[in-house]
């Protein structure tokens, strides 16, 4: 799904960039004791890696005692200060968005946003169970779910609403 979204229509897929997707956890997920996980898909029968360009990498965030760069960026992502970090970068961004009235608003709009898009996916969900269960008119689903009718009937049809 992810690679729809990297090419252009029609674009061939051998100009598909790698693709990363990084999971910072707060413990071990892994349970292995390390750092940084580095996942790659491989072909079963032989081994041999898939190469398909995507990557997975998981980051251990209890390793954040040591003096190593990694360690560091984990203290940072755990401080509720901007003073106590390692990084003047990431302090400076955390600095503005939670100690300036500026960033405060900001943040404060990002995370209603945020919000308002997880109750609409909530609406959406809600909706497909009662398109599925197939008692209630499509107006009605509209009228209990919050929907629009065309986005109602969008869902019905598999499109994206």
Do not use: W
Request: charged share 35%; hydrophobic share 30%.
């Amino acid at each position: 799904m992810l690679d729809t979204r990297l090419l252009d229509k029609g674009q061939p897929f051998s100009e598909l960039a790698d693709t990363y997707v990084i999971f910072i956890t707060e413990h071990d997920v892994l349970k292995r004791n390390l750092p940084m996980y580095h996942i790659n898909r491989k072909i079963e029968e032989t081994g041999e890696l898939f190469g398909d360009g995507t990557h997975i990498i998981y980051v251990n965030g209890e390793h954040d005692k040591d003096d190593t760069p990694l360690a560091k960026l984990m203290h940072d992502f755990k401080c509720l200060k901007s003073q106590d970090m390692n990084y003047p970068k990431l302090a400076e961004g955390v600095r503005y968005y939670k100690e300036t009235e500026g960033g405060r608003e900001k943040m404060c709009k990002i995370v209603e946003e945020l919000r308002d898009e997880a109750r609409r996916e909530e609406r959406r969900q809600m909706a497909k169970s009662m398109i599925e269960d197939g008692k209630l008119s499509f107006e009605d689903i509209a009228k209990y779910s919050g929907l629009t009718l065309e986005e109602v009937k969008a869902l019905a049809e598999g499109k994206p609403a």
